[in-house]
């Protein structure tokens, strides 16, 4: 079958580090999502990797590994704002639809 | 600036009322989906659609039904409300197995 695995919740403080980590299962691979999504709100692309390695888009990277099945989103210099839910998501294989993890509810505290 | 709108950001219903919820993308995407999220379950989809007049099954299509009449245009239906559909409803599009862009959401409730 296919499964994504996200921590629940994670607690951070403003400026420092924070490494979101997403493990998946698929049939086939087609790359992998993520996105960002606030309280009450839409969630929103942040980065697709379907190569393995680190892809750097200002505060935020991500990075796979396809052979372990396994992904982090990397957010630096974390802000107040970055308070939100991060969804891991993968198309489901030879299909458009798409598999969500339930999403990593990230607190930035003061 | 591309978009997905949503007809209804809040809405009531009882239970037993049929309930629509519209969806229009401007992006010429041919595909477009349904999900619903709920606390600690995560998105979850309920029907897609790849071409105009195309559906097929999500993971939870029980008790809902879809339309695509047109290229822009995905509507979801609830023939017969009930009070377990109480949910945020998220339309999205995509062109082909890229990104999806997601309406801002519909919260239902059913009393």
């Known amino acids: 079958g296919q499964n994504i695995d996200q921590p629940t919740e994670m607690t951070a403080t403003e400026g420092a580090i924070v490494q979101i980590n997403c493990t998946y299962q698929?049939?086939?691979?087609?790359?992998l999502f993520w996105y960002q999504q606030h309280a009450g709100e839409a969630p929103t692309f942040l980065s697709y990797n379907v190569l393995d390695g680190l892809e750097e888009k200002g505060r935020f990277s991500s990075f796979l590994s396809r052979s372990k099945g396994y992904s982090y989103l990397l957010l630096k210099e974390l802000q107040m704002k970055d308070s939100a839910s991060y969804l891991c998501?993968?198309?489901?294989?030879?299909?458009?639809?798409?598999?969500f993890g339930t999403g990593t509810r990230l607190k930035v505290l003061a | 600036d591309v978009k997905v709108t949503q007809s209804s950001r809040y809405l009531v219903k009882r239970t037993g009322e049929k309930v629509f919820l519209e969806c229009v993308q401007d992006?010429?995407?041919?595909?477009m989906f349904w999900y619903r999220q709920d606390p600690g379950l995560g998105l979850r989809l309920i029907y897609f659609?790849?071409?105009?007049?195309?559906?097929e099954k999500g993971d939870i299509p029980e008790g809902y039904s879809v339309s695509r009449e047109k290229k822009e245009r995905f509507s979801l239906i609830l023939e017969s409300a009930s009070t377990n559909q109480t949910s945020m409803y998220l339309c999205?599009?995509?062109?082909?197995?890229?990104?999806?862009?997601f309406g801002e959401g519909s919260r239902l409730t059913v009393l």
């Open positions: 992006m010429d995407h041919e595909n």
């Open positions: 698929t049939s086939g691979f087609n790359g």
């Open positions: 998501a993968v198309p489901h294989s030879g299909t458009y639809k798409y598999i």
């Open positions: 659609s790849y071409d105009v007049k195309m559906k």
């Open positions: 999205a599009s995509s062109s082909g197995s890229r990104e999806l862009f």
